[in-house]
């Protein structure tokens, strides 16, 4: 059972003592390209058995040969810093220095974001990755909140194909979805989505679904396999149904002022090691998916096929709805492109 209380007050204290860590390291010249050493705090919602947090860890283990122990960066996983609303106002203070966050976060801060989480958007993650990757493509996107918000994003994770997971049976179509409590992301596209898909959509943080799957509280929820096993949602919800209504994404950002003080030689080597970290999660992703369904189904999880056409019917209004500006449909032309 998680308990939501406990990771509350675990946050409070955790970045109450991370406040009081960096007043009295002294070692901010680092980041400058100094000969002090600064360790980033990276937030995570995420176990330590997740692709992100062993990609991220060894991202910051080459980031600290790579510049000579000037940076490095310590993940704290498990929400410990708190859910991805909070961290992310936490790197807008600089308290947090990088989070990790779903595209739903910065879709509630810029519009434009919301392109990328639309439903079908992208048909796989190797075409996903191709694009929100690339500067060309996301440079004026990326930085789109430093402004506003001192917020930079550096790139992006892939969350794998979402679908619909209950516990009241298989779904097969949109109707078998009428009246079940589904989870969604805190996103008004999102709500949308799964309003479309037939459900009724219930916004919930995501350390507080198992819980509330468990209470009855919801009656299902939507993810990929990797989180359904490391989260333990099969446990209380063992129907998965393939819908593929969403290739989702993850968000590295960081906080704007702490990254444009970077010296030039620690910018490429934060830039070079991104790179091969988002590359290592992409190749862990494919074969974690396969490994948690194995685990599911020996657990007793159900997984079917559904009536795909039928969900792409339900989900095509949404496009007119939320892609309204030049820049957005722009954006989505090129995520279809990809493939």
Known sequence: ?????????????????????????????AAGGGGESKTLKLALNQTEQHPSFIALENFGKRLKESTGGRLSIQVYPNETLGAQQETLQLV???????????????????????VFNMPLAFTSVEGQMKVVNDPKTVGDLYSSLESSNKITVVGA??????????????????????GQKIRVQESDLHTSMISAMGASATPM???????ALQAGVLDGAENNEVSYVTQKHFEVAKYYSRT???????????????????????????DKEWAAAWAEHTDLWGKET???????EAAGAKFNDVDAAAFEA??????????TSDVQKKLYETAQAAG
């Open 244 to 270: 593929n209504h969403l290739v989702g994404l993850d968000y590295l950002v960081v906080n704007s002022d702490l990254v444009k003080g970077f010296s030039a030689e620690d910018k490429a080597a934060f």
């Open 92 to 114: 807008s203070d600089g308290t947090v220095d990088l989070a990790i966050v779903s595209g739903t976060q910065l879709e509630n801060l810029n519009k434009d974001f919301s």
């Open 1 to 29: 059972m998680r308990n939501t209380t406990f990771l509350r007050a675990g946050a409070v204290a955790a970045v109450a003592s991370l406040a009081l860590v960096a007043c009295g390291s002294g070692d901010d010249d």
């Open 157 to 178: 994770f892939t969350q794998g194909t979402r679908n619909v997971y209950s516990k009241k049976g298989p779904v097969n179509t949109p109707a078998d979805l009428k």
């Open 205 to 211: 943080a995501f350390g507080e679904v198992y819980t």
């Open 314 to 323: 339900a989900l095509e209004p949404l496009k007119a709805k939320f892609l």
């Open 290 to 296: 396969d490994k948690a369904v194995a685990a599911a």
